[in-house]
């Protein structure tokens, strides 16, 4: 018994939240959802800034400026896939709850 986890209920199930909590639970995904919604377009402008600078760099010929922001880019780049995959899990539970609620 020592190595066992105890019983708990499934996090959505609707017999154990009441609507109350689950109309909480879904505007507290819905502002979650917005953050990640405002840093993804944050994201965009930062990327086409960080583009456009690095075609300025390639053009001008300096390669040194170019290599740092194409790691620049590829940061940010890789921050946008992260809230993406932050984005889609958010709609994925925010479907769930308003399927509860009904």
């Known amino acids: 018994m020592s190595g066992e ?11 154990v939240f009441n609507y109350d909590m689950i109309c909480d639970l879904i505007h507290e995904v819905e ?3 917005n953050g ?5 377009t944050q994201l965009n402008t930062k990327l086409r800034a960080l583009r456009a600078r690095y ?5 001008s010929n300096r390669r040194g400026a170019a290599y740092s922001l194409r790691l620049q880019i590829a ?5 946008k896939c992260m809230y993406t995959e932050y984005i ?3 709609h ?4 769930r709850l308003q399927s509860y609620s009904m």
Do not use: F, H, M, W
């Open 36 to 40: 990640g919604l405002n840093q993804y």
């Open 5 to 15: 986890l105890p019983l708990q209920p499934k996090l959505y199930d609707s017999k």
């Open 55 to 59: 075609q300025r760099a390639l053009a």
């Open 88 to 90: 889609s899990r958010k």
């Open 92 to 95: 994925i539970k925010l479907d």
């Open 75 to 79: 940061t940010v780049e890789g921050v």
């Open 31 to 33: 502002n979650e959802l």
